[in-house]
């Protein structure tokens, strides 16, 4: 017997082969072909796991991935764009976030809460479009009882004479307005839900997670807030009314078990920043909690069961992709049980002239379709020639070398810095066309390159 996701993830990654994930990645992150490798198989032993029997499905483990590489190279990018291409669940978490139980802070079990929540929205919204249509149709009826009451039944029924009943009618006539918009100017009273929550706190020793897991169920009056009457337009009351009825038509039990099934069997967790928790031979100051922190994380990795309000969830499954720059410390550093943990080790290459000049044009939305389509709301037209892209990737290659290497973060500062006086007079500009050339970028960031104290802090 094999074991499925839920339909909407498995049928999105089914026919992803390793080469086509890298191909669509590519679309969005420069270079990085060995992470983009790593992860594509990643992905596609997860589907192969799914047509496994269930026997055997159960004790094969996700290969969970560590990035090691300098800020700004795309680490975080990859994961991103891999768990959109899958439609998985993805919580984005910095390990330096958490602390070792006993210490004040978060503990690790919140990430896994925390991806169930997302899986929740993400299920529910998916589930609110299949149900939109009807939702619609039923709104729209209870807005016409309001714009038009219904009236009394009169003693003959016109359908049984065979005559046009001729409140239906007017009702449709009122439908197809309402449709076309032509009712839009109209103010209509409604019985909205206050929805805001009642105050009071409570304090207890427990994690926040937690308490008032059950609050709900147990005085179910005390939440659902007062209904009030408020006067609202009709495409207001339209949009309100059609919430309430996919409220009502959504089965949250059903969207739950859902959810937690896909975040136990699809769901990602990017932990940033292990590095900053790894402990330090010889290191001085308050590394206390650092070994702590990851013997908290070990049972969560290696796969144990978390109770959030949604019930009890299973992380063996889930894949976690670590990553830190690695620039003290070392992969080795960790804990031995931790890096058993991540059997595949990728390193990530700094950024070159050439990947900046790639980075400015070549992805999807690229920083330069971005600035163009940004300045282009204002009416003006701005148009980069390619001697000008090559000397932006230059720049920011220099100041990287001399200041700190901050990777591709660099060419939002220069950008930024660059096309200041054309965001500023913007306004002033429109039905204007900008040409940017090499000579405007070497005038505008001369600058910049010239004094080192200057690009230290202003980039």
């Not at 990728?346 to 992805?363: G, H, K, N, S, Y």
């Amino acid at each position: 017997m094999a074991i499925h996701l839920p339909e909407r993830t498995q049928t999105s990654t089914e026919s992803l082969t390793p080469r086509q994930i890298v191909i669509e990645l590519d679309r969005h992150v420069v270079g990085q072909h060995k992470a983009k490798r790593a992860v594509a198989i990643a992905l596609r032993n997860r589907l192969r796991r799914q047509k496994l029997p269930k026997e055997l499905a159960e004790d094969v483990a996700p290969k969970n991935i560590l990035m090691i590489g300098p800020t700004g190279v795309g680490k975080t990018e990859i994961a991103r764009r891999l768990a959109k291409l899958a439609q998985s669940p993805f919580l984005k978490v910095e390990a330096s976030k958490f602390t070792e139980v006993g210490y004040v802070g978060r503990d690790v079990e919140s990430m896994v809460r925390d991806l169930v929540e997302l899986a929740i929205t993400m299920v529910r919204d998916e589930r609110y479009d299949e149900l939109r249509p009807m939702a619609t149709q039923a709104a729209e009826d209870r807005l016409l009882d309001l714009l038009l009451p219904p009236t009394p039944r009169p003693d003959v029924d016109p359908a049984a004479a065979g005559l046009a009943d001729p409140a239906q009618a007017t009702r449709e006539r009122l439908r197809a307005q309402l449709r076309e918009g032509r009712l839009d100017q109209r103010t209509i009273e409604i019985d909205a839900r206050d929805s805001s929550m009642p105050a009071f706190e409570i304090v207890t020793g427990s994690n926040v997670e937690e308490v008032g897991i059950n609050l709900k169920d147990m005085m179910p009056g005390f939440f659902q807030g007062r209904t009030r009457k408020r006067k609202v337009n009709v495409p207001d009351a339209l949009e309100y009314l059609t919430n309430e009825e996919l409220q009502k038509l959504a089965d949250m039990e059903s969207i739950s078990r859902t959810a937690v099934e896909r975040v136990e069997q699809a769901g990602i967790i990017f932990l940033d920043e292990i590095d900053k928790i790894a402990g330090r031979e010889g290191s001085q100051g308050p590394d206390v909690s650092r070994e702590g922190v990851q013997r908290d994380l070990l049972p969560i990795i290696e796969g144990t069961t978390v109770n959030t309000k949604y019930g009890l969830v299973k992380t063996d499954h889930i894949l976690f992709i670590a990553a830190g720059a690695f620039h003290v410390s070392k992969p080795s550093d960790l804990i031995p049980e931790l890096q058993g943990r991540f059997p595949i080790r990728v390193e990530l290459e700094p950024l070159t002239r050439d990947d900046f000049a790639r980075i400015l044009t070549e992805p999807r939305s690229a920083l330069v379709k971005q600035y163009v389509a940004l300045l282009a709301t204002e009416g003006v037209t701005i148009t980069f020639t390619p001697d000008a892209v090559d000397e932006i990737a230059t720049v920011a290659a220099e100041v990287n070398e001399k200041a700190e290497n901050i990777g591709a973060r660099r060419l939002h500062t220069v950008m930024e810095r660059l096309l200041d006086e054309i965001s500023f007079d913007a306004p002033d500009l429109a039905g204007e066309s900008v040409t940017i050339d090499q000579a405007y970028v070497r005038r505008m960031l001369a600058d910049i390159v010239r004094d080192d104290d200057l690009s230290r802090y202003i980039l």
